[in-house]
């Protein structure tokens, strides 16, 4: 079975440029996961869906973050502009379902975003 | 707010001695509780997943407990080997995962 698929891998840019980063899903999970992975930290949600509705996005810097799920399959997770600060691994999982009983997630291999 | 701390935050150990990471969270009102395992560069590898009806985990060398009440987890390498050199990350499951900042393990050969 294919795992989470993550494109790129790496990336940098400059400070007030725009970046954006793809996920493709196990297939068959309904929930997808954006986790921002600082240096030295744990992975903080981003943004979650379940199909392609939004189930949480309260730690989603909507000023400069925007993140979508055409057909509730891949996603998309944008930056623009993008800050010094946003320099981290973003990390894009998924699971079965969501809520309740947990579900567990599986993890891509991420892309590394460095700020310049 | 559910908060997930990992001691100590790095650990070196000579191959063949056990590992003993600790991770602690504040709110014991939680679905399960993972084990990850991150390599440089890479994304995160589940480990264990212990419900929270359960005490402990067991898979090959590893070994995890879970004691809710006191907002505790332990996981346990046995005969560590230069290949379990890698960040140890614990996540506890409410309604979401909350991660701690992870415990980086290096092996001595």
């Known amino acids: 079975e294919a795992g989470v698929a993550q494109s790129p891998r790496y990336k940098i840019i400059e400070k007030r440029q725009s970046v954006a980063f793809w996920c493709n899903p196990i297939?068959?999970?309904?929930?997808l996961y954006w986790y921002q992975q600082i240096l030295g930290q744990g992975p903080k949600l981003l943004i979650q869906?379940?199909?392609?509705?939004?189930?949480?996005d309260s730690q989603l810097p909507k000023d400069r973050f925007s993140a979508e799920r055409l057909k509730g399959v891949d996603s998309t997770l944008k930056i623009q502009p993008a800050k010094l600060e946003d320099s981290a691994v973003y990390l894009c999982?998924?699971?079965?379902?969501?809520?309740?009983?947990?579900?567990?997630?599986?993890f891509g291999p991420g892309t590394r975003l460095t700020v310049l | 707010k559910q908060e997930v701390t990992q001691i100590p935050a790095a650990l070196s150990v000579p191959e063949g001695e056990n590992l003993v990471l600790n991770c602690s969270f504040t709110?014991?009102?939680?679905?399960?509780l993972q084990w990850f395992r991150q390599d440089p560069g890479k994304g995160l590898t589940s480990l264990l997943l212990?419900?929270?009806?359960?005490r402990e985990q067991t898979s090959g060398r590893l070994n995890a407990s879970l004691d809710k009440s006191s907002g505790r987890s332990t996981l346990y390498i046995a005969a560590s080997q230069p290949g379990d050199s890698a960040t140890y990350l614990c996540?506890?499951?409410?309604?979401?995962?909350?991660f701690g900042a992870g415990t980086t393990v290096t092996v001595r050969a």
């Open positions: 999982a998924s699971s079965l379902g969501a809520g309740g009983e947990y579900n567990e997630q599986f």
């Open positions: 297939s068959g999970h309904a929930t």
């Open positions: 869906f379940q199909n392609n509705g939004v189930v949480d």
């Open positions: 709110d014991s009102a939680i679905y399960n």
């Open positions: 212990i419900q929270s009806s359960q």
């Open positions: 996540a506890v499951v409410d309604y979401k995962l909350s």
